[in-house]
């Protein structure tokens, strides 16, 4: 358990310390992306009746940056520790996979919901009211960035290169979380990206973020919670697998 | 009590690369050992193996009588590897470092061990520095301390010396004698055989894979089968002696020896001859020529 507990503040203090990068960063490009979208959307979209566009894109940009965020956590984490080698430090001590996983997910979380916080905090005066199921809202952030942060810890450790991470941030993470109905509610949608929509478990945890404020979305918030639970138990299992058998870690 | 580290026919292939091919070694509690092998050997292979940081495909090892893989938390408790590539935590400073790795052993509030550390290594006035600003010497001494955080009774240090200056050598060595001296097991690999002569009482040698050696140094020592002796003459050689002739080298006459016994019939030969003796020294077998010889497929 200690052991647990001291990766955790470990992988805590590796991004606080360098928080204008892994916070701030984000927090303002999200800013950038209501600012710019509300400007230019706002009086042409109505997304559910009674809620504005600008009220709408909130929580859609608010998990979008969690779940990179909660990403690029562990799976950077990992590959520069892979790369400069210093993982040779947390495979000589005694950790279980559990642990192992458990910091590094955890850590992914955090910095996650810090980063939407931020988000939600810059971009509330644009009309986001309070949460009107706010347990639906807690449980989709930690659940979301959950699945990112192990798909982060999976990427890490398959990646042995730099450019291999990068490749699977921009053409698996990035298409996910764009094409999730951040910008645009998924009925608005021609049929075919209608289907494809609802094969992205990132879809599920925008829609179920953004019932917890709305209290309406495009599905039931007990679908996308089996969605997003369901994908998180499938992931975790993989991750800890690998993580058990060694895989490019202990050769 | 159990052996301190037993290595039981251990197997490691890497594709067409047979790392390691049926090694056993014991170890037992208490010895200064080294593990001494050309690159390539398996020496690293081995002690990777050791650590859990590389599964054999067939073998097992015990540290402490703990299993490496069935019993991997009792194992890496009693283990302390200072790895040989230099590497380090770019975001941490010093203390930091040592604070962290007693926490991913279980440890808190270890302080006054990390202090002691410190100051044996003589770290003491950077602990708050940036493991970045160190030098390699420095950061060296630092991946000494973190192997040390949790007192493991089993230290490995593979290649601690290779590229780190005089001054450093020394105080790590000095440190290490006082480590084994207070009853800690050391097992070391080295390029730098003097180094193994002079701590080590036991030495293991690997080639390709496979141990060709496993002795007390005494024994190893002993096997260099012939001796050395460089005459300074008051005139020419017997020629009774010249088939003992190996070379001359500024103007000595070295002759060989099947051992030191036979000594006694050169120097009767020469007085028998009346040619004086100026000069005489007997050239000990060092542990490199042994090395060379049986890296070179030569048998002990």
Same mark, same amino acid.
């Given at each position: 358990?200690?052991?647990?507990?001291?990766?955790?503040?470990?992988?805590l203090v590796?991004?606080?310390?360098?928080?204008?990068?892994?916070?701030?960063?984000?927090? /303002?490009?999200? =800013?950038?992306y209501?600012?710019? @979208?509300?400007h230019v +959307?706002s009086r042409?979209?109505?997304a559910y009746?009674? #809620?504005s566009?600008?009220?709408?894109?909130?929580?859609?940009l608010?998990?979008m940056?969690m779940a990179?965020?909660?990403?690029?956590?562990?799976?950077s984490s990992?590959?520069?520790s892979?790369?400069?080698?210093?993982i040779?430090?947390?495979? /000589?001590?005694? =950790?279980?996979?559990?642990?192992? @996983?458990?910091?590094? +997910?955890?850590?992914s979380i955090?910095?996650?919901?810090? #980063?939407?916080?931020?988000?939600?905090?810059?971009t509330?005066?644009?009309g986001?009211p309070l949460p009107?199921?706010p347990?639906?809202?807690?449980s989709?952030?930690?659940?979301?960035?959950g699945?990112?942060g192990t798909?982060?810890?999976?990427a890490?450790?398959?990646a042995?290169k730099f450019?291999q991470?990068?490749?699977?941030?921009?053409f698996l993470?990035?298409?996910l979380?764009?094409l999730?109905?951040?910008?645009?509610s998924?009925?608005?949608?021609?049929?075919f990206?209608y289907?494809?929509?609802?094969?992205?478990p990132?879809?599920?945890?925008i829609d179920?973020?953004?019932?917890?404020f709305?209290g309406?979305?495009?599905?039931?918030?007990?679908l996308?919670l089996?969605?997003?639970g369901?994908?998180f138990?499938?992931l975790?299992g993989?991750?800890?697998?690998l993580i058990?058998?060694?895989?490019k870690?202990?050769h | 009590?159990a052996?301190?580290?037993?290595?039981?026919?251990?197997s490691?292939?890497?594709?067409?690369?047979?790392a390691?091919?049926d090694?056993?070694i014991?170890v037992e509690?208490?010895?200064f050992?080294?593990?001494?092998?050309?690159?390539?050997?398996g020496?690293?292979?081995?002690?990777s193996?050791?650590?859990g940081?590389s599964?054999p495909?067939s073998?097992?090892?015990?540290i402490?009588g703990?299993?490496?893989?069935?019993?991997?938390?009792?194992?890496?408790?009693?283990?302390?590897?200072?790895?040989?590539?230099?590497?380090?935590?770019?975001?941490?400073?010093?203390?930091e470092?040592?604070?962290?790795?007693?926490?991913?052993?279980?440890?808190?509030?270890?302080d006054?061990?990390?202090?002691?550390?410190?100051?044996?290594?003589?770290?003491?006035?950077k602990?708050?520095?940036?493991l970045?600003?160190l030098?390699?010497?420095?950061?060296r001494?630092?991946?000494?301390?973190?192997?040390?955080?949790h007192?493991?009774?089993?230290?490995?240090?593979?290649e601690?010396?290779?590229?780190?200056?005089?001054?450093l050598?020394?105080?790590?060595?000095?440190f290490v004698?006082?480590?084994?001296e207070?009853?800690?097991?050391?097992?070391?690999?080295?390029?730098?055989l003097?180094?193994?002569?002079?701590?080590?009482?036991?030495?293991?040698?690997?080639?390709?894979?496979?141990?060709?050696?496993?002795?007390?140094?005494?024994?190893?020592l002993?096997?260099?089968?012939?001796?050395?002796v460089?005459?300074?003459?008051?005139?020419p050689?017997?020629g009774?002696?010249?088939?003992r002739?190996?070379?001359?080298?500024d103007?000595?006459?070295?002759l060989k020896?099947?051992?030191i016994?036979?000594?006694?019939h050169?120097?009767?030969?020469?007085?028998?001859?009346?040619?004086?003796?100026?000069?005489?020294?007997?050239?000990?077998?060092?542990?490199?020529s042994?090395?060379?010889?049986?890296?070179?497929g030569?048998?002990?």
């Open positions: 358990m200690q052991g647990f507990l001291t990766l955790f503040r470990k992988e590796r991004f606080w310390k360098v928080a204008f990068q892994t916070v701030a960063a984000p927090v /303002l490009t999200a =800013l950038m209501q600012l710019i @979208f509300s +959307l042409h979209v109505e009746p009674g #809620v566009y600008t009220a709408f894109l909130i929580p859609g608010a998990m940056s990179q965020n909660a990403f690029a956590n562990s799976s990992l590959i520069q892979k790369i400069t080698g210093n040779v430090f947390l495979l /000589l001590p005694p =950790l279980t996979a559990l642990e192992f @996983f458990g910091a590094y +997910l955890l850590a955090v910095r996650g919901v810090v #980063v939407g916080a931020g988000v939600l905090l810059v509330a005066w644009f986001l009107s199921h347990l639906w809202v807690l989709f952030a930690i659940l979301g960035c699945v990112l798909l982060g810890v999976i890490g450790i398959w042995e450019d991470l990068a490749a699977f941030q921009n993470i990035m298409p979380t764009f999730s109905g951040v910008f645009y998924i009925n608005s949608l021609p049929p990206w289907v494809v929509s609802h094969v992205n990132v879809f599920f945890m179920g973020f953004r019932y917890g709305f309406q979305a495009d599905v039931s918030p007990w996308s089996s969605v997003v369901g994908s138990i499938l975790s993989l991750a800890l697998w058990k058998s060694g895989y870690l202990r | 009590m052996s301190a580290i037993e290595i039981k026919a251990v490691k292939r890497y594709g067409a690369l047979q390691l091919d090694v056993s014991t509690p208490g010895e050992f080294a593990l001494l092998g050309p690159n390539g050997a020496k690293t292979t081995l002690i193996a050791m650590a940081l599964r495909d073998g097992s090892i015990r402490m703990h299993d490496v893989i069935r019993d991997f938390r009792a194992a890496r408790m009693s283990l302390g590897v200072v790895p040989q590539e230099l590497v380090f935590d770019p975001f941490l400073s010093v203390r470092t040592l604070r962290f790795q007693s926490g991913y052993f279980g440890l808190t509030r270890n006054d061990w990390i202090d002691e550390l410190l100051s044996k290594l003589g770290l003491a006035d602990a708050n520095v940036n970045r600003a030098s390699g010497g420095m950061k001494r630092v991946m000494v301390a973190q192997a040390l955080v007192r493991p009774p089993v230290m490995v240090l593979d601690p010396t290779a590229g780190v200056d005089v001054e050598r020394q105080s790590l060595w000095s004698k006082e480590l084994n207070a009853g800690h097991t050391i097992v070391l690999t080295t390029h730098y003097e180094e193994a002569e002079a701590l080590c009482n036991r030495i293991a040698m690997l080639k390709r894979g496979k141990l060709v050696a496993l002795e007390s140094k005494d024994k190893l002993q096997h260099g089968k012939e001796r050395e460089a005459l300074k003459l008051g005139g050689l017997p009774s002696l010249l088939p002739k190996v070379r001359e080298e103007g000595r006459i070295v020896l099947a051992d016994a036979q000594l006694e050169v120097l009767a030969a020469l007085r028998e001859a009346g040619v004086a003796v100026r000069e005489l020294n007997v050239i000990e077998v060092d542990l490199e042994v090395f060379v010889n049986m890296m070179h030569g048998q002990v």
